[in-house]
């Protein structure tokens, strides 16, 4: 049973910093590409940034620059450094499995809410 457990998730200044966790209870993680992704209320849910298995990185154009995806594959762990954070990056934060040599993100985590405001 694959589980995925975030934390770190609150309420935030604009213009602060959070970092959010996932913990991820999966054998083959050293093998897969982790992700993050968000949805803001009624919006859809959309890509924020992934990290493969090589620790190559992928970010949202709407987070580059400001967000850092890195993983410990030790502690089976995925982070997210959100720095200069805006109110438009208020949502439910949900990391992601992608298996290796799969196409989709086969397992989700229960998300975390993020809230940017002053």
């Known amino acids: 049973q694959v589980q995925l457990v975030e934390s770190g998730g609150g309420l935030v200044q604009p213009g602060g910093s959070l970092r959010l966790s996932c913990s991820a209870s999966?054998?083959?993680?050293?093998?897969?590409?982790m992700g993050w992704f968000r949805q803001a209320p009624g919006k859809e849910r959309e890509f924020v940034a992934r990290i493969t298995s090589s620790f190559t990185t992928y970010y949202a154009d709407s987070v580059k620059g400001r967000f850092t995806i890195s993983r410990d594959n030790a502690k089976n762990t995925v982070y997210l450094q959100m720095n200069s954070l805006e109110p438009e990056d208020t949502a439910v934060y949900y990391c992601?499995?992608?298996?290796?040599?799969?196409?989709?993100?086969?397992?989700w985590g229960q998300g975390t809410q993020i809230t940017v405001s002053s």
């Open positions: 992601a499995v992608r298996r290796y040599g799969e196409s989709s993100y086969a397992y």
């Open positions: 999966i054998r083959t993680f050293n093998s897969d590409t």
